[in-house]
């Protein structure tokens, strides 16, 4: 359940915490629109909705985590990749040319201080450009900020709902105006 009473459980998500905040919501949602679907990258959207989720399941946030695993699902990644990947990245059959972008996005969130060239160049080695380093920046520093949102809100829901909004956001993605987008 939600730390605050707007939030009714039935409804936990991005776009019911943000719905109070209209002024806050556009700008984000434009920006995840551009960052998760849109955005000049050679990341295809299962690659971005992978890189959110281990970003979110490096912070341990349930909301985000299950949710942009069920998306990336929903654009046909394997059901177990992502809890592989999470168990040991190394040994998962996550592409080879993501690993290194996912070693970033790990070391980002886990230790940001920490980053170093080297870092940076087994991406660029991996055959990746400078606006996929972007991305992934951009990626890792939109989940950190998404995890810190839904779990400073308290923010679970069900199973079955996070499962529904990753199908929504494969279909529908994130600028969509329809339902709530997150």
Not at 130 to 152: K, P, Q, S, T, W
Request: hydrophobic share 40%; net charge negative; charged share 25%.
């Amino acid at each position: 359940m939600a730390f605050v009473a707007s939030v009714p459980q039935e409804e936990e998500s991005v776009a019911a915490v943000m719905g109070r905040y209209p002024e806050h919501a556009r700008p984000l949602k434009e920006m995840t629109e551009v960052i998760m679907r849109t955005g000049g990258c050679a990341f295809s959207p299962e690659a971005r909705e992978l890189i959110a989720a281990y970003a979110s399941g490096t912070n341990s946030c349930t909301y985000c985590y299950t949710t942009h695993k069920a998306t990336a699902e929903a654009f046909g990644v394997d059901a177990t990749l992502l809890e592989d990947m999470m168990a040991d990245l190394e040994q998962s059959a996550v592409d080879e040319r993501l690993k290194p972008v996912l070693r970033y996005v790990k070391k980002l969130t886990e230790s940001p201080s920490r980053m170093v060239q080297a870092d940076a160049d087994a991406i660029f080695a991996a055959g990746w450009d400078e606006d996929c380093f972007h991305y992934a920046v951009m990626l890792c520093g939109l989940f950190n900020m998404y995890n810190r949102i839904m779990d400073g809100y308290g923010v679970k829901n069900t199973a079955e709902f996070r499962q529904s909004r990753g199908a929504m956001l494969a279909t529908h993605g994130y600028a969509w105006s329809g339902k709530p987008a997150t």
